[in-house]
């Protein structure tokens, strides 16, 4: 079946700093794939996604492109502040179910 | 618009009670989930609708019942609750298509004791 892989945290980084989180994927067919980030205490909500491959998403600073060649799609931001701390999932989706990653904790400290 | 609400936002049972989980919708979305999150495991499917008088399985079925009577609402009940489901539990709607968007509630918080 589908299934993501993202890079384990918690991941803490000093504000400014350049953030990356891996995220690969095994489906088959063409998913649609996805940053979902949820903030403390807060349900999940849509950062960026990218439909077919060598799309870029992008919100926000956040950046992810699609790479069907190496299957990932791993999200970069080039200056993270205080209020990019979150859990952050990559997902992606065949036939409308989601299949999500574990979720990677980002803590960005100033 | 609310959105996707859920209600209770916390609560506590005992091994073997039942209850409900509300979700309902207000954006005509015909598709909606409910997922559970627990540590270090994401989010996982459980059951989903495409449209009224239609659901499905996911993931972790098992011990759920779910229906969906109307387009606005897709309740998830837990027959006899057991520690297992300790967890917080999210619904989730989204217009047709699968690279759409899915819009999230903002949880029920489930522990059984």
């Known amino acids: 079946g589908d299934s993501v892989t993202q890079m384990e945290g918690p991941v803490t980084l000093s504000e400014e700093a350049f953030l990356t989180i891996n995220c690969t994927y095994t489906?088959?067919?063409?998913?649609?794939l996805f940053w979902y980030v949820q903030y403390p205490g807060e349900g999940l909500q849509l950062l960026l996604k990218?439909?077919?491959?060598?799309d870029k998403g992008s919100n926000k600073g956040f950046e992810a492109t699609y790479r069907k060649e190496t299957t990932s799609f791993h999200l970069e931001k080039g200056s993270v502040q205080v209020s990019d701390s979150a859990v952050y999932f990559c997902?992606?989706?065949?036939?409308?179910?989601?299949?999500f990653g574990a979720g990677t904790t980002v803590t960005v400290r100033a | 618009n609310a959105g996707v609400t859920q209600t209770p936002k916390f609560q506590v049972l005992k091994t073997g009670q039942s209850m409900t989980l509300q979700c309902a919708q207000d954006?005509?979305?015909?598709?909606m989930s409910w997922y559970r999150q627990d540590p270090g495991m994401g989010l996982r499917l459980i059951h989903y609708?495409?449209?009224?008088?239609?659901?499905d399985q996911g993931e972790v079925p098992n011990g759920y019942n779910v229906s969906r009577s109307t387009t606005e609402d897709f309740p998830l009940r837990l027959l006899s609750a057991a520690p297992s489901q300790t967890s917080v539990y999210f619904c989730?709607?989204?217009?047709?298509?699968?690279?759409?968007?899915?819009?999230f509630g903002p949880g029920t918080r489930l522990t059984v004791l």
């Open positions: 989730a709607s989204s217009t047709s298509g699968s690279y759409n968007e899915q819009f």
């Open positions: 489906a088959t067919g063409y998913p649609s």
């Open positions: 990218a439909t077919k491959a060598d």
């Open positions: 997902a992606l989706t065949n036939d409308y179910k989601l299949s």
């Open positions: 954006m005509n979305h015909e598709y």
């Open positions: 609708s495409v449209g009224a008088g239609i659901t």
